[in-house]
Nanobody, 124 residues
Framework: QVQLVESGGGLVQAGGSLRLSCATS????????MGWFRQAPGKEREVVAA????????YYADSVKGRFTISRDNAKNTVYLQMDSLQPADTAVYYC?????????????????WGRGTQVTVSS
């Protein structure tokens, strides 16, 4: 059983930055592809970014490409999401997830374990 705990959310003004972290335990971190998802009120949970097991491959949703960066530190069992040039449309609860798969999974159903989420609010 893998446990994931997100941190780093908060309130920021438009144009600002936040760095989310997701600390994992209970499994072999390097065997899991990792993803960040977000869910805004009244909307479906959507993938934001994903990274392969070793970190050599990444995926970004078009809405965040060029502004967000996903990375992982397998020695620290942690995945990060650097968010720059934040916009009000980025306001959501952000979730970290782990997938026991190769490649860079993009679908919610690909992920086996989820964190409880961290709120990101961007004011205009």
């Amino acid at each position: 059983q893998v446990q994931l705990v997100e941190s780093g959310g908060g309130l920021v003004q438009a144009g600002g930055s936040l760095r989310l972290s997701c600390a994992t335990s209970g499994g072999t971190f390097s065997r899991y592809a990792m993803g960040w998802f977000r869910q805004a009120p009244g909307k479906e949970r959507e993938v934001v970014a994903a990274i392969s097991r070793i970190g050599g491959n990444t995926y970004y949703a078009d809405s965040v490409k060029g502004r967000f960066t996903i990375s992982r530190d397998n020695a620290k069992n942690t995945v990060y999401l650097q968010m720059d040039s934040l916009q009000p449309a980025d306001t959501a609860v952000y979730y970290c997830a782990a997938a026991y798969l190769g490649g860079i999974p993009r679908r919610r159903d690909d992920y086996n374990y989820w964190g409880r989420g961290t709120q990101v609010t961007v004011s205009s």
